[in-house]
């Protein structure tokens, strides 16, 4: 196997896993992504946390340092295993703010702080760079295993692997702004080289134990014989070392930018965490437990003088096994692949969040509250930039390799960035569980620990300073990283304590530690923004599609139709919630500050930290609630009220219009009857008196029988008796009727016989009543010189039978057709009918009552009545409008009385 | 023959009741059957009293007597008011007010006192 042949691998698995990641992502473009959102591949993803370091560094580790590799291991599993829970929580506060990267976690914390989070971001650069120059480096130093002096290695080779990775993680780590940051290209390629590299080891340690040595008795007894060689009495413990080293990787696993990048930014929900809580610490107890048998067998078949840490591949090609040397090499470029590329994202993100947009932000501020320009300056801007960072990061790591010389043991340099990165443990710790925690205190932690952690690790690293000297007995790493750590806490906890946080990170705080959901409570008043801006803004960060479906969909839930929803508060804080996904929550508030002029923190946000807020808002909400009960009560009296005030002035009317109608006969006939009983009376007075009287009582009698059968007709107590009649015999009979009770006037009745006889099925009564009450009052009003009546019969279209009934008068007036069927609606005529003005009234009842109706037909020439039936009568419809109560049949006793007491005086 | 009494009324079983009452009491006495131009005969006739019927068709008998009350050479005419709607909410300006059915002697002794004081 020549490097040449090895490099051409390489290429072709990383092209197999750049077709793997691109099919990933477009499954789940295509929403297919749920059969991969599996708890399986969020634990292997999680095993980025195994670089190129471990995968050849333990082993040289063990070689150097005996047991003490097994700390790098024993943090995670601890935190893992012990402190899932915690893990938990971190992941469900993340989730909660749409949290992008430690970074933006941090300064999210801190009120989100731009210049926490730019910090953060410094660190993550810094501690990060050490550590991909070791990836570099152990692929560089795995090609040089292979090489011989004819094949040499080809030069610059750390070059072509650095490009060769930021090419694949710009091409999938920045393809997009996705809202939430998550990459499942990505996460499926790690998943995948997570067990390649696992199978990789694996196959080492089995050729290993039963390839080269007698089973695992004799690799125990060489472990054995080794460890006393080594000092004399066994591998020294030094409790300092491990206590520090347990202590780092612990942290390591949660704050290094790419474990918090696969820990949190790709959980799809905390609850991915039970699955991972043991098969995490399971996965780095098969990766470990293998790596002393390799070490123990490594150093004593191999020559002296062998690097250590390229025992897992000169193990194999010294007994000539070619095949599993190349599976090997892939394993440890899968590591230190998947370790570059999830670095170079999470950091990029970070750097261009955090360091770019907020220094473009600054320098272009009129840029955004004017019109946009270019509609996608900002997303294109934002994904460039990532882009930049990913080439500087990884060409820094590159840098680190070339000035190191290429020969520092990798361990070391894996522990300098670890200590370096956990200069954040204290901020993040102390902002999940003490609100106390402030800013001030965070920055001043943070600085301290860091500038001890640059002086006396970073650079002495770099060699450009000489090793700290510490007192005697004392391990001068883990005294350096103690030391940083101890500045670091304290200062936080002095400063924390002395400051007063501001409004802004009380919110967060009480946010982060009780791991509730950040409340919608930004200022109160209106907004300064439009929603056309914050469209604009998202448009140009998401691409207009994205947004316009946000946007949709929160105008949706707000009821509302379009695309521009109410800027709420709680529609204001979602979407800077859902920039923050994008953006980082320090420039999400910046941004919506810029752009709506959101500023500062109100007195309403005070109110909610105070702590009796969040009781407080229940009280107000209940009594919010009974108030809101209250007043919809009341209106509903007031609506109850008025109605009652209406019906009774109606009543008043109603009772003085039948009052009214009862009293004119009662006068003539008491005035007449007292004329008959005087003796000397002539008798043809007398004669005439009684025929008046008898004539008043029968215009009173047919008052009160229309009374009755209003009364009746309104409470829908009147019986149907349906039948089949001929229509010509019912209009004959109400001609005839009518005739009768007219005077004796002449009238021309125009008809058309033959189209009369239609059979209709209906109550005969009721419609001849109607039809004696329409004609009737034809001859009564009809003041025509040559008086005629027209009666014209159809069927209508729908089966029913239309009767009109015309004179030519001078009909009715505009104003009085809609007065015509009201109750006492007698117009005003000089003439008199007679009658009490309830017959249309109750012609109008009837009809209803038959499913028919009775409607003046205007511009006919004289006064014209249609009588529409339906094919039969639908007495049900009449059945159901008895809950309709009408005021007539209890007044009807009513009025009886009032009359009755009207002419006692009463 | 002077009028004594002008009677605006329109149920005609009630004017003749009325007229007949006070001819006997021999009282001159016209009948106006409705609202409209009843001020006009009031002029036109100068009776020395008015019967008026409250509800009345065209104008009513109290947009009639608010008109009478105004004039000043009418404010003074002793006016009688007939009623079918009881005696609550009567318009103001009425010397006199009988409601329906209203007993022949109560009549006549209010129409000889108003025309005794005029």
Redesign the interface.
């Known amino acids: 196997m020549t490097p040449e042949s090895l490099v051409a691998a390489s290429v072709a698995y990383v092209a197999l896993m750049f077709l793997l990641a691109h099919a990933a992502d477009r499954a789940a473009a295509a929403g297919r992504w749920r059969w991969m959102d599996r708890p399986v591949i969020y634990t292997l993803s999680l095993s980025v946390y195994c670089s190129a370091w471990t995968f050849y560094g333990a082993v040289g580790y063990a070689s150097r340092s005996g047991l003490e590799f097994l700390t790098i291991y024993l943090g995670p599993g601890i935190v893992f295993s012990g402190a899932w829970w915690g893990l938990r929580r971190l992941v469900r506060v993340a989730r909660m703010h749409r949290v992008t990267s430690i970074a933006d976690l941090i300064s999210s914390r801190f009120g989100k702080s731009a210049g926490l989070a730019a910090l953060v971001t410094l660190i993550g650069v810094m501690a990060a760079t050490p550590y991909i120059a070791l990836q570099l480096q152990s692929v560089s130093m795995a090609l040089s295993a292979f090489a011989t002096p004819e094949h040499a290695l080809p030069r610059n080779v750390s070059v072509w692997v650095a490009l060769g990775l930021a090419a694949f993680a710009i091409l999938f780590g920045t393809r997009n702004l996705a809202v939430d940051e998550r990459h499942h290209g990505v996460v499926i390629a790690i998943a995948v080289e997570a067990v390649v590299k696992l199978a990789a080891f694996v196959a080492v340690g089995v050729f290993v134990i039963w390839g080269i040595a007698d089973g695992p008795a004799d690799v125990l007894a060489r472990i054995d014989r080794m460890s006393v060689s080594a000092g004399g009495e066994g591998w020294p413990i030094n409790p300092e070392r491990w206590f520090t080293l347990i202590l780092l990787s612990g942290a390591a696993v949660m704050v290094l930018p790419r474990m918090f990048h696969v820990l949190v930014v790709e959980a799809s929900d905390e609850d991915r965490l039970r699955q991972a809580g043991w098969a995490f610490p399971a996965y780095l107890a098969l990766m470990s437990f293998l790596v002393l048998p390799i070490a123990v067998v490594g150093a004593d078949i191999l020559p002296k003088g062998a690097n250590p840490d390229l025992y897992v591949l000169d193990l194999p090609l010294s007994q000539g096994r070619e095949a599993l040397a190349t599976l090997v090499f892939l394993g440890g470029f899968s590591s230190a692949m998947s370790m570059v590329v999830v670095s170079a994202i999470a950091l990029s993100t970070m750097m261009a969040n955090h360091w770019l947009v907020p220094l473009w932000l600054r320098l272009r501020q009129a840029a955004l509250a004017g019109p946009a320009r270019a509609p996608e300056d900002l997303g294109t801007l934002m994904l460039n930039a990532r882009r930049l960072a990913i080439l500087a990061i990884i060409g820094a790591g590159w840098l680190y390799h070339r000035m190191s010389g290429g020969t520092s043991a990798l361990a070391a340099m894996g522990t300098v960035a670890f200590s370096g990165m956990a200069q954040v443990l204290p901020a993040l710790v102390a902002g999940l569980l003490w609100r106390g925690a402030t800013r001030r205190g965070a920055i001043a932690g943070v600085v301290g620990g860091t500038l001890i952690w640059t002086l006396l690790v970073f650079l002495p690293s770099l060699g450009l300073l000489a090793q700290p000297a510490m007192p005697a007995g004392i391990d001068p790493f883990a005294g350096a990283v103690l030391l940083a750590l101890a500045v670091n806490l304290l200062l936080l906890v002095l400063i924390s304590l002395m400051d007063f946080p501001e409004p802004a990170e009380r919110l967060q705080s009480l946010s982060f530690v009780h791991a509730v959901a950040p409340d919608a409570a930004p200022g109160d008043g209106a907004p300064a923004v439009q929603p056309e801006a914050l469209l604009t803004l998202a448009g140009r960060l998401w691409g207009n599609d994205h947004a316009l479906e946000t946007f949709r969909r929160a105008a949706e839930s707000q009821g509302k139709g379009g695309y521009l929803p109410d800027l709420t508060p709680r529609f204001l804080a979602d979407f800077e919630r859902l920039l923050a996904g994008t953006v980082g929550a320090a420039t999400a508030a910046a941004l919506m500050t810029r752009v709506g002029g959101r500023g500062g923190v109100t007195v309403s946000d005070l109110m909610e930290v105070a702590g009796e807020a969040s009781r407080a808002r229940e009280d107000n909400r209940r009594l919010e609630n009974t108030s809101a009960e209250l007043a919809r009560t009341a209106a509903m009296l007031r609506e109850s009220n008025e109605k009652l005030t209406a019906l009774s002035a109606q009543k008043d009317a109603f009772l003085g219009q039948i009052s009214h109608e009862l009293r004119t006969p009662m006068t003539s006939i008491r005035a007449f009857s007292e004329f008959l009983m005087e003796p000397d009376l002539p008798t043809e007075e007398r004669a005439r008196f009684a025929g008046i009287i008898h004539d008043e009582a029968g215009r009173m009698t047919r008052l009160l029988d229309d009374l009755l059968d209003l009364s009746v007709l309104e409470a829908g107590k009147a019986r149907l008796k349906p039948g089949v009649f001929n229509l010509h015999d019912l209009i004959e009979r109400a001609l005839a009727s009518a005739g009768a009770a007219a005077s004796g006037r002449d009238f021309a009745i125009r008809r058309n016989i033959a189209a009369e006889h239609l059979p209709v099925i209906t109550d005969q009564d009721r419609l001849l009543q109607v039809l004696i009450n329409v004609i009737t009052n034809a001859r009564k009003y009809c003041s025509a010189e040559a008086p005629q009546i027209r009666i014209d019969c159809r069927r209508s279209p729908d089966g029913g039978t239309e009767i009109d009934i015309a004179d030519n008068g001078p009909g009715i007036s505009a104003g009085n057709q809609a007065l015509i069927f009201e109750k006492f609606a007698r117009l005003n005529d000089p003439a008199r009918a007679g009658g009490a003005g309830l017959g249309l009234a109750i012609c109008k009842e009837i009809m209803e009552f038959l499913g028919g109706s009775i409607a003046y037909l205007p511009g006919q020439g004289g006064a014209c009545f249609r009588i529409s039936l339906p094919p039969r009568p639908r007495a049900g419809r009449k059945m159901m409008k008895m809950r309709r109560v009408k005021p007539f049949g209890n007044l009807c006793m009513a009025c009886c009385a009032k009359v009755v007491m009207d002419s006692r005086g009463l | 023959m002077s009028v004594d009494v002008l009677l605006i009324e329109?149920?005609?079983?009630?004017a003749?009741?009325?007229r007949?009452?006070l001819t006997r009491d021999g009282w001159g006495c016209e009948q106006w059957?409705?609202g409209t131009g009843a001020l006009e005969r009031i002029r036109a006739l100068a009776p020395r009293m008015l019967i008026l019927d409250l509800?009345l068709?065209?104008r009513s008998g109290a947009e009639i007597l608010a008109d009478l009350r105004a004039d000043p050479a009418l404010a003074a005419l002793p006016v009688l008011l007939l009623s079918?709607?009881?005696?609550a909410n009567l318009p103001p300006g009425a010397d006199r007010v009988l409601?329906?059915?209203?007993?022949?002697a109560d009549l006549r002794a209010v129409v000889r006192e108003l025309l005794e004081q005029a």
């Open positions: 329109d149920e005609p079983s009630i003749e009741a009325v007949f009452i059957p409705e509800m068709p065209g079918a709607r009881g005696t409601p329906k059915p209203f007993a022949n």
